[in-house]
Structures are given as C-alpha cells and as structure tokens.
C-alpha cells in the first residue's frame, strides 16, 4: 500500500479492535502476502495490540518501548512497523513531532505518534464478509457471503477437532482399552482367585529368618 494510503484520512481500510486485528496480522504473515513479513511482525503487533484502546484501536507508537520490550533494536521495530502499515493493517492517526511541547516538570516532550489497527479489503474479500459505509471508521461488516460462511464453519470445525482430547482406540467390544483396564483394576470384585496367593510355607519352604537360624537347628 502506498504511503499516501497509510492514512486513516485515506485509507481503504476498516478501523478495528485489537482482538479481531490479531487474526488479522496473524493471517497475512502465514498467507506470505509481504516478502518482509515474518514472525517478528507478529512479535510487533502484538505489543501494540496489548497496549491498544479496545474499543477504537488507538495506540501510542512508542519505539524506545516497544525495542526494549521485546528486545529488538529500534531499527527493526521500525521497518516491522512500516510493514504493517504498507499491508494496510496499521494507519496514522497522529504523527509524532520532536516539536518541545514545554510540559510541566519536563525539560523535553515531543508529541507522540498515534496508530490504529486497520483490517484492508482484500482480508474482507478473503473472509467473505460484506462491508458497507466508508471512511476509516464508518465501514462496517454487515454480513457474510455464502462462501464466508461455509469457510467459517469449516475454521470453527477445524478448531473443535484441534481441541478435542485423544483417547486410545476403541477395543472390538467398544470400550476404550486404558479406560476399561483402569476400571477393572478399580473394581472390587476384580479379585486374585483364592488359590492364586501365595501363602508363605504353603507349597514352599519359608525363607529362614537370619536372627533365629535355620529351621532345623
């Protein structure tokens, strides 16, 4: 996206909230739709996004924060940044100034730059959604297509089936087999057959006590 487009005066993005704009920057990194981004765009974004307005997704930049919160040097944070920005997932609210802004007990303040999260047409596009209105904060997603609907039930499918818990095979009598031996072995009339124990002396010689000797002394 151009940099003339990375404006929320501009944009052709959405706003977003930073909960749904996770998913967002999640599936443009795994889609590999910008050659510079990777998992530490996700790192990025998610720092911002923790740090977001949850309601208008509104953020406050700050480098210096962000490099030492995650560990990364300012350049890097900077060009991750700016690749949110050209996928149209991040716009300018407010640009920063180093103009001094003389604040009370502070011998510099510049102003800060502000972001927002954006959501770009092409992911509506790809999710099926329907938007209408215009402006950054005025479009709005209305509905769904049929093809967005029959892709968001198979994700919900897909994540069921990613959290449901395995379990061992069934047996041919249809129990699972750790399932049914647990309960056996729980089980009070699961018993070793009285003339299974073994008694001491019964079949054998006991064992000769080394205190007492052996028995026929």
């Not at 996004?49 to 480098?63: H, K, Q, W």
């Not at 509506?124 to 938007?131: N, Q």
């Not at 079949?203 to 080394?210: F, L, T, V």
């Given at each position: 996206?151009?940099?003339?487009?990375?404006?929320?005066?501009?944009?052709?993005?959405?706003?977003?909230?930073?909960?749904?704009?996770?998913?967002?920057?999640?599936?443009?990194?795994?889609?590999?739709?910008?050659p510079r981004a990777s998992a530490t765009t996700v790192r990025v974004a998610e720092d911002?996004?923790?740090?977001?307005?949850?309601?208008?997704?509104?953020?406050?930049?700050?480098?210096?924060?962000t490099a030492a919160r995650l560990g990364l040097s300012e350049p890097t944070v900077k060009r991750h940044v700016r690749t949110l920005r050209e996928l149209g997932a991040l716009v300018w609210l407010e640009h920063g100034s180093r103009r001094n802004l003389h604040l009370p007990g502070r011998r510099y303040a510049g102003t800060a730059t502000v972001y927002g999260a954006a959501v770009p047409p092409c992911f509506?596009?790809?999710?099926?959604?329907?938007?209408e209105g215009a402006g950054y904060s005025d479009r709005l997603v209305v509905g769904v297509t049929g093809a967005g609907r029959a892709r968001a039930v198979a994700e919900?499918?897909?994540?069921?089936?990613?959290?449901?818990?395995?379990?061992?095979?069934?047996?041919?009598?249809?129990?699972?087999?750790?399932?049914?031996?647990?309960?056996?072995?729980?089980s009070p009339h699961h018993q070793v057959?009285?003339?299974?124990?073994?008694?001491p002396g019964h079949?054998?010689?006991?064992?000769?006590?080394?205190l007492r000797g052996p028995p026929d002394a």
């Open positions: 996206m151009p940099r003339e487009e990375q404006e929320a005066t501009t944009t052709a993005s959405r706003r977003a909230q930073p909960r749904a704009w996770r998913r967002v920057v999640r599936w443009f990194v795994d889609a590999g739709l910008h911002l996004a923790r740090r977001m307005d949850f309601v208008e997704g509104r953020v406050i930049y700050d480098l210096a924060g509506d596009e790809a999710m099926g959604h329907r938007v919900a499918q897909r994540g069921a089936a990613s959290r449901r818990p395995r379990h061992d095979p069934l047996s041919p009598g249809g129990y699972r087999r750790a399932d049914h031996d647990v309960a056996r072995a729980r057959p009285r003339h299974r124990r073994h008694r079949g054998r010689r006991a064992c000769p006590s080394p």
